[in-house]
């Protein structure tokens, strides 16, 4: 199992980006795939996940991010979209993407597999 988190860079509050998570090694039809973020001297805290563990799609959102964030998968390119909108300078932080087989959880100790970080500065 593997992932790679990708996207991140500066954007000037209001501005937008769209991370991916390139993964391999297993079939997200049975994973699921959360999104965190650590910004400097805070916790871990969940963002968004995406699971079909049961059969259909589910989405998650922190309330933080609901309406501005949006989580989405490529299958075929094996690749989950965190598009982000409207960023805020509270959005700035090390971004991640990780997995475990099963439905979502927003909760990082569930997820026994991360890819490396990516950068998000949300600055003027």
């Known amino acids: 199992v593997q992932l790679q988190a990708s996207g991140g860079g500066l954007v000037q509050p209001g501005g937008s980006l769209r991370l991916s998570c390139a993964t391999s090694?297993?079939?997200?039809?049975?994973?699921?795939i959360g999104w965190f973020r650590q910004a400097p001297g805070k916790e871990r805290e969940g963002v968004s996940c995406i699971s079909s563990y049961d059969g259909e799609i589910k989405t998650y959102y922190d309330d933080s991010v609901k309406g501005r964030f949006t989580i989405s998968r490529d299958n075929a390119k094996n690749t989950v979209y965190l598009q982000m909108n409207g960023l805020k300078p509270e959005d700035t932080a090390v971004y991640y993407c990780?997995?475990?087989?099963?439905?979502?959880?927003?909760?990082?100790?569930?997820?026994?597999?991360w890819g490396q970080g990516t950068l998000v500065t949300v600055s003027s």
């Open positions: 090694g297993f079939t997200l039809d049975y994973y699921a």
């Open positions: 990780a997995t475990d087989r099963g439905r979502c959880s927003m909760w990082h100790r569930a997820y026994g597999w």
